[in-house]
């Protein structure tokens, strides 16, 4: 994914990830996490589009702890940074030569046919933070925080 598709898919909310994704994120140098908190939950598998129809998000498991999505014909790796009892994801935009990550929050509806993304908001997780341990320090931090996140962008699966 370019870096202003990165941008807008971050800005989602974010995690994973995973509309109209048509706000400013930042890119960050550093995963939340180095590794996977979780496996790859099955549930978040699938086709996904925006409540307003315009953008498709795909979620594919790459192995049972990596996720591929593709977003408007580009590509990302993400896997679950849960941090303070919050689902995160770390989303790396695979299609830059510098491999940017964004940090998402995500949502799953208990009929699994809702996700909802929030991205962190760079104001209180600054993009120039240079290591995992002090992001995983703020976002723990800031986890009531209602700053801490930008929009929510809702995708419905797709049947």
């Known amino acids: 994914m370019s870096s202003s598709n990165l941008a807008r898919l971050r800005c989602v909310g974010g995690a994973i990830g995973l509309c109209t994704l048509a706000f400013t994120a930042c890119q960050y140098d550093i995963p939340i996490t180095s590794a996977p908190t979780r496996k790859v939950q099955e ?3 699938g086709d996904w589009t925006s409540a307003d129809g315009k953008e498709k998000l795909k979620l594919r498991s790459l192995d049972d702890s990596i996720y591929i999505v593709y977003y408007d ?3 990302f790796r993400a ?7 919050t689902p995160f994801a770390t989303v790396q935009d695979l299609n830059s030569s510098d491999r940017k990550y964004a940090y998402v929050i995500w949502k799953l ?3 699994g046919k809702n996700l909802r993304l ?3 908001d760079d104001k209180v997780v600054p993009k120039e933070t240079k290591d995992s341990a ?3 320090a703020l976002l723990t931090k800031n986890a009531g925080n209602p700053e801490l996140f ?3 962008i809702e995708f419905r699966k797709e049947k």
């Open 43 to 45: 549930r978040l598998l």
């Open 134 to 136: 002090t992001v995983v």
């Open 150 to 152: 930008g929009e929510e």
């Open 118 to 120: 929030r991205s962190v």
């Open 109 to 111: 509806s208990d009929d």
């Open 73 to 75: 014909g580009d590509l």
């Open 79 to 85: 896997y679950h940074s849960d941090v303070a009892e």
